[in-house]
């Protein structure tokens, strides 16, 4: 029978039933029956997973708040603050971080609908870790740079993302087509500059009904007056 005014636990370790007043719950010490338990509780190995590059690692119980495997994953973040900060400096990816969270997850914001509303996410590891979004997407190469979908379809997540500029977001577009030859995927104007063509030749061709094969490869004909 316990005593007035306990709390009935159970033991972390060793699952024994003990009891703790409420001061001492309130003070978290209610997890171990006995001093024995509580260090056989910090020599338990625990499981984590690498918040940098992603492999599991094993750590004492009393390090289990360990969030990388080595020194040299934990160097990239070292000194990161609450706020995307570092050394009291805001980093460049911080920004486009809060921006693709508030399109993908904010009804108010006014690109929601083209975003969140027609199913765009972020995906978890990215959504409440800024840290694991710096990690997998890297430093931003330059202020003309911000984040693309390789895929449309799909949401934010790592292998789906990269840095680029407006020049290569304004072409992998929904409105853009895409014309896959030789294995390679570029949109129509890409195909034109690469090969040469002037600007809506190869539109013009396609609705000739000229497979792509053709409209690629057939060189132009220059009429001599």
Not at 66 to 72: F, I, P, V
Not at 135 to 159: F, K, Q, W
Request: net charge positive; hydrophobic share 30%.
């Amino acid at each position: 029978m316990r005593s007035k005014g306990t709390i009935p636990r159970f033991c972390a370790v060793c699952g024994d039933a003990f009891v703790v007043y409420p001061s001492q719950a309130a003070r978290g010490k209610d997890r171990y029956c006995s001093s024995t338990c509580f260090h056989v509780s910090q020599r338990r190995q625990v499981s984590r997973v690498c918040v940098r590059c992603g492999t599991p690692f094993d750590v004492p119980a009393s390090q289990g708040h360990a969030r990388h495997c080595s020194l040299s994953c934990s160097s990239l973040l070292k000194n990161i603050t609450h706020g995307g900060a570092r050394h009291g400096k805001r980093l460049p990816e911080y920004r486009p971080w809060c921006a693709i969270k508030t399109r993908c997850l904010n009804p108010n914001d006014r690109s929601y609908p083209a975003y969140g509303g027609r199913g765009i996410t972020i995906c978890d590891r990215w959504q409440d870790s800024f840290e694991n979004f710096l990690a997998d997407m890297g430093p931003r190469p330059t202020v003309l740079h911000s984040i693309d979908r390789i895929d449309n379809d799909r949401g934010y997540e790592p292998g789906n993302c990269r840095w680029a500029t407006s020049r290569d977001q304004a072409r992998n577009t929904r409105r853009n087509r895409a014309l896959t030859f030789n294995g390679e995927t570029q949109c129509i104007r890409a195909w034109e500059e690469q090969l040469g063509f002037g600007r809506g030749v190869i539109n013009a061709r396609l609705k000739l009904n000229w497979s792509v094969e053709r409209a690629l490869t057939e060189p132009i004909r220059h009429l001599h007056r």
